[in-house]
């Protein structure tokens, strides 16, 4: 069974405009959870990190997630779309006692 | 200082070949990982070393066979290689298993 499930795998959204990226996760307990950013022809680089200490984490370039148990949920969220974050979005959990990359959200930003 | 690096960073070959990736990191980590990026972009993890000890040894065809002289240092050597073969290969590395990772920039191997 998947550990984190990815929504959306393609989200549109304009320049300016708030970004919502959605991931699911199955765990019976908290789990430590991860977005990565990927951008065109390059490697993944670490957005954020839930590691229980608080629920609502926030990221570099101005992406933040909650952690909400009860809808065993970690979005990611950015209040204004930038052209830059164009890219493929992974979440990532725990499963069997290694890391799990979700199918991916390619994110586009329209100007 | 790049913290995790592979070559060659594109690779380019004939079926039948045998072909290997180098990674190195400089962040003193003791877990260092392979995946497999396909050109959906799923990313699948192929296997993954502890203190040069293979921990996750994922169902991989045994022509890829991973090699760790030390713990900075994961190899991966892919013998006869097919078309299917053809992605972009990701190494990572981590403090422990369950902490974040570091990628490097990628191999992008061609089956021709």
């Known amino acids: 069974a998947q550990s984190v499930t990815q929504l959306d795998s393609h989200v549109s959204v304009s320049e300016g405009t708030p970004v919502l990226l959605r991931c699911n996760y199955s765990s019976s307990y908290s789990p430590s959870l991860f977005w990565y950013v990927q951008h065109p022809n390059k490697g993944l680089q670490l957005l954020l990190k839930?590691?229980?200490?608080?629920?609502l984490v926030k990221g570099i370039n101005g992406f933040e997630a909650e952690f909400k148990k009860s809808e065993t949920s970690f979005h990611l969220t950015k209040p204004s779309a930038h052209m830059s974050d164009a890219a493929e979005y992974f979440c990532?959990?725990?499963?069997?006692?290694?890391?799990?990359f979700g199918d991916g959200t390619t994110l586009t930003v329209k100007p | 200082d790049t913290a995790v690096s592979q070559t060659p960073k594109y690779l380019v070959t004939q079926m039948g070949n045998d072909k290997s990736i180098k990674c190195e990191q400089n962040l003193g980590h003791d877990t260092m990982y392979w995946y497999k990026q396909d050109s959906k972009k799923f990313l699948k993890i192929m296997f993954s070393?502890?203190?040069?000890?293979?921990?996750i040894n994922e169902t991989v065809p045994n022509r890829f066979s991973p090699k760790s002289p030390d713990k900075a240092h994961l190899n991966l050597h892919i013998n006869s290689l097919e078309l299917g073969d053809s992605a972009v290969y990701f190494c990572?590395?981590?403090?422990?298993?369950?902490?974040?990772?570091?990628f490097g920039p990628g191999t992008r191997l061609t089956v021709t």
């Open positions: 070393y502890n203190n040069k000890e293979l921990i």
């Open positions: 990572a590395s981590s403090q422990a298993r369950a902490y974040e990772q570091y």
């Open positions: 839930y590691t229980s200490a608080a629920t």
């Open positions: 990532v959990g725990p499963r069997a006692g290694k890391s799990t």
